[in-house]
């Protein structure tokens, strides 16, 4: 079982790749406010998009400890014995974001060693993209365009799209593929070391 995390505060993504099928998750504020979840399934993939909810009297802090409570409980069911964690690195173009986005990575760590597990890999984001989609710097619509080149992917944002999640900047659709990028990358690296 390969799980790619793809960390952030307003739409981490999930990929849990196990041998029946391949969940993507995520926990967002990139959703309709007229719904809180969306759920789709089909013979390859579990898709599930929650929004993000929480009382606006959080600090900070305690709105990534909520976001972090509420995603490992949310797949917890889902990970299994030997399961394998990867996470995509720091984007150092992120700027004024860097901070943030270390603070919940490192919660997204404690939470992965407080199950038992550890971190098996660490990916820049420039190598996933190089490695996955062929060029290391694929902008955000490259990537929902072509799906990472994996025709069940595109299938699968087809049927998304016809549910009316339509691509459209910071979208959440995107955090899936990039959580699914970040499994691969390793996947990849799990064959490597065989």
């Given amino acids: 079982m390969f799980v790619g995390i793809d960390a952030s505060k307003n739409g981490t993504g999930i990929c849990i790749r ?3 099928k391949t969940i993507l998750y995520t926990y967002t504020k990139h959703i309709s406010k007229k ?3 969306f759920y789709l399934e089909d013979d390859e ?4 998009a929650k929004r993000q909810d929480y009382p606006d009297t ?6 990534l400890r909520h976001i972090r409570t509420e995603i490992f409980s949310d797949i917890a069911p889902f990970i299994a014995d030997g399961a ?3 996470l995509e690195g720091y ?9 943030m986005l270390a603070e919940v990575t490192s919660l997204f ?3 992965i060693y407080d199950m038992g597990f550890k971190i098996d890999g660490i990916f820049a984001p420039s190598l996933i993209k190089k490695h996955v989609g062929g060029k290391g710097n694929l902008k955000k619509n490259e990537i929902y365009e072509n799906c990472w080149g994996n025709e069940k992917l595109k299938s699968l944002m087809n049927k998304i799209e016809k549910d009316g999640y339509i691509y459209k900047t910071s979208c959440w659709q995107i955090d899936l593929l990039d959580a699914w990028a970040v499994s691969e990358m390793g996947r990849i690296k799990g064959e490597e070391n065989e």
């Fill in 35 to 37: 719904i809180k979840e």
């Fill in 109 to 111: 760590k404690d939470a």
């Fill in 18 to 20: 196990n041998n029946s």
């Fill in 58 to 63: 959080l600090s900070p802090f305690e709105q």
């Fill in 91 to 99: 984007s150092m173009a992120g700027s004024g974001r860097i901070t």
């Fill in 45 to 48: 993939f579990v898709v599930i």
């Fill in 84 to 86: 394998k964690f990867f």
